[in-house]
T-cell receptor, first 113, second 115 residues
């Protein structure tokens, strides 16, 4: 069935390095994408979003890239810090399905000091 | 400002009992969502309320699950005759949908354990 999925379940990086977390989606009708960060025992926390009419959006230390041709989404974290260690989820909003978000399985980011 | 709150934070119940989970959304947010997260998994959509519209119940896994939202604010998720496979973290989120942006703010979740 249709799903939002992630290429890698775990990612380990050195503190100070850049991190790239990838996500693939299958529904071309999706019009809005969000990245969430979830720390252990907490609810997901919004990081950054992007509409389907954009291909790049930047926030503080984070950048989201959207490639609609290959249905690929990525989250780039610059100068990764130990506090960035968490599970990262991408989620898509399919415009014809109201407000519900479809989540991927998540990538666990581990930052080594 | 206050975020989304949920209660209880943890609930242990015996198989076959009913449980009620509560969600207090951010004040003024018209949309409210319930998701379920099993251990090490992503979030699974359950139900979505938007204003006075009929809720989208398409994610409810069985008729043992129901939810209501009173007065457009607080919501309760009820699970009847709980089963062990219902054990999970139940997350609530709310959104203002301002400008057509669906930025959902999540609560800390209720961890349900069915023994």
């Amino acid at each position: 069935g249709e799903s939002v999925g992630l290429h890698l379940p775990t990612l380990s990086v050195q503190e100070g390095d850049n991190s790239i977390i990838n996500c693939a989606y299958s529904n071309s009708a999706s019009d809005y994408f969000i990245w969430y960060k979830q720390e252990s025992g907490k609810g997901p926390q919004f990081i950054i979003d992007i509409r389907s009419n954009m291909d790049k959006r930047q926030g503080q230390r984070v950048t989201v890239l959207l490639n609609k041709t290959v249905k690929h989404l990525s989250l780039q974290i610059a100068a990764t810090q130990p506090g960035d260690s968490a599970v990262y989820f991408c989620a898509e909003n399919r415009g014809n399905q109201g407000g519900k978000l479809i989540f991927g399985q998540g990538t666990e980011l581990s930052v080594k000091p | 400002g206050a975020g989304v709150s949920q209660s209880p934070s943890n609930k242990v119940t015996e198989k076959g009992k009913d449980v009620e989970l509560r969600c207090d959304p951010i004040s003024g947010h018209t949309a409210l969502y319930w998701y379920r997260q099993s251990l090490g998994q992503g979030l699974e959509f359950l139900i979505y309320f938007q204003g006075n519209s009929a809720p989208d119940k398409s994610g409810l896994p069985s008729d043992r699950f129901s939810a209501e939202r009173t007065g457009g604010s607080v919501s309760t998720l009820t699970i009847q005759r709980t089963q062990q496979e219902d054990s999970a973290v139940y997350l609530c989120a709310s959104s203002s949908l301002a400008g057509g942006i669906n930025e959902q703010y999540f609560g800390p979740g209720t961890r349900l354990t069915v023994t």
